[in-house]
């Protein structure tokens, strides 16, 4: 019970979103501007996956075997992301960093070149475009890497983002578009009602979101088929920048495997370059450890001798949202909206995302590429 005295906060609105990192975020800009009023709740802007992320759209060198529906998914969300990136560039006035030279995927060693030949050939038979490069042509497009990198595959069809940037700038196109936050947690949702949050107080409203991440589960009044279905997948991620603020010392995304282990390095315009990512389950846990920030300075010094001249600016870990099988869940569940579970690629997603909510809120079909991801799927 809130103490006697305190003021219970009780908003209104048409659409009530429990969660602000990208997905929130995104969804209630597009909200916002089709003309609804809406509110999201969060305790706490700026501690989810979103602001840990590395930022590649890069639908072709995630793929794997298996996820030929979500390559479709992705492939969509990648063909969507100009045309909404430009728009938000528009709406609040600040560049997000958008590039697309595309993914360079090189190998340590002969075994690590076989394992990249046999992932090509898959991502060929799905009609995505892919370079096999030998170990001086690697060097040419990326003349800082070790000669000692056996062979690569060049995947044009990547992109990457500087997601931090753009968080922050669908925040402000948010707000500028009239949409209202409110900072708190909410532990409880009501379809057609409205959420209740930690401190007591209620936003009414007949169209609830939940984009809450990794932390889905923690909510009372989801059913429990979604309850259930995300968990958090932790990943440590390295911030490095150049000492003079020099442009950075790739183009391309790198990935890297290096004796069997995996590695990316991205860039950013302004020298900084992300160095990622453990994949780990363990709970809830946000802690780095030496280990991790050993093991993927020790690979990516490997291909790319010039990192130990960086910077360490930052190790950081989040939480992505996994599910079993690794897409999102996106859709309509006992009268509440759902958009959450987008594990490794919720950053190349947001923009579809949005547009799928905003489909399902304007009572429409999203596209095709849905179908394989409603919250049905896990009944
Ligand atoms: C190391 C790492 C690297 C990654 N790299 C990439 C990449 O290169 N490309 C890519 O596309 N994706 C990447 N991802 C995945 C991507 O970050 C996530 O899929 C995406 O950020 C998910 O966005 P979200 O808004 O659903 O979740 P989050 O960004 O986690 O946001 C969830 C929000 O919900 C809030 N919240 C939690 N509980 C409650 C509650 N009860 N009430 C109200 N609010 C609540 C939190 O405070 C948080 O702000 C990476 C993730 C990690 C960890």
């Known amino acids: 019970m809130p103490a006697k005295g305190v003021l219970i906060l009780a ?68 063909r969507r992301f100009p045309e909404f990136a430009a728009e938000l560039e528009k709406a609040a006035g600040d560049e997000i960093g958008l590039r697309t030279e595309g993914t360079l995927a090189v190998a340590y060693d002969a075994g690590d070149y076989a394992a990249l030949l046999r992932l090509t050939s898959f991502r060929r038979s799905a009609g995505l475009e892919a370079e096999e490069l030998d170990s001086r042509a690697c060097r040419k497009l990326e003349p800082f890497l ?3 990198v056996h062979g690569g595959v060049l995947f044009g069809g990547d992109w990457s983002v500087d997601n931090r940037r753009y968080a922050a700038a669908l925040r402000k196109a948010m707000l500028a578009a009239g949409a209202r936050t409110v900072r708190d947690r909410v532990t409880e949702v009501r379809p057609g009602v409205g959420v209740i949050t930690a401190s007591g107080a209620s936003v009414r409203s007949d169209q609830v979101v939940v984009a809450t991440g990794c932390w889905t589960g923690t909510i009372d009044g989801l059913p429990p088929q979604i309850r259930g279905a995300v968990r958090p997948v932790k990943g440590q991620l390295l911030r490095l920048r150049h000492p003079d603020r020099m442009p950075p010392v790739t183009t ?36 780095v450890t030496a280990g991790a920030v050993h093991d993927m300075l020790h690979d990516a010094m490997s291909v790319l001798p010039v990192t130990s001249e960086l910077i360490l600016a930052e190790t950081c870990a989040g939480l992505r949202p996994g599910t079993p099988d690794n897409g999102p869940i996106v859709g309509r569940a006992d009268g509440l909206l759902i958009a959450t579970g987008h594990y490794r690629n919720g950053i190349l997603m947001s923009a579809a995302t949005a547009d799928a909510v905003l489909a399902y809120l304007s009572g429409e079909r999203p596209e095709a590429e849905w179908n394989a991801f409603t919250p049905g799927r896990l009944a």
């Open 11 to 78: 908003v209104t609105a048409d659409v009530v979103i429990a969660g602000g990192g990208v997905i929130g975020t995104a969804i209630a800009w597009r909200a916002a501007m089709s003309g609804l009023d809406v509110v999201v709740v969060d305790p706490d802007i700026g501690d989810g996956a979103s602001l840990v992320a590395a930022g590649m759209l890069a639908p072709v060198s995630e793929s794997l075997f298996g996820e030929g529906e979500l390559l479709a998914l992705n492939l969509l969300a990648l």
């Open 146 to 148: 070790t000669p000692d």
């Open 252 to 287: 391309h995304t790198i990935r890297a495997t290096v004796r069997g282990a995996d590695i990316y390095l991205v860039p950013r315009a302004d020298g900084e370059m992300i160095i990622g990512a453990t994949q780990e389950e363990r709970g809830h846990d946000q802690t």
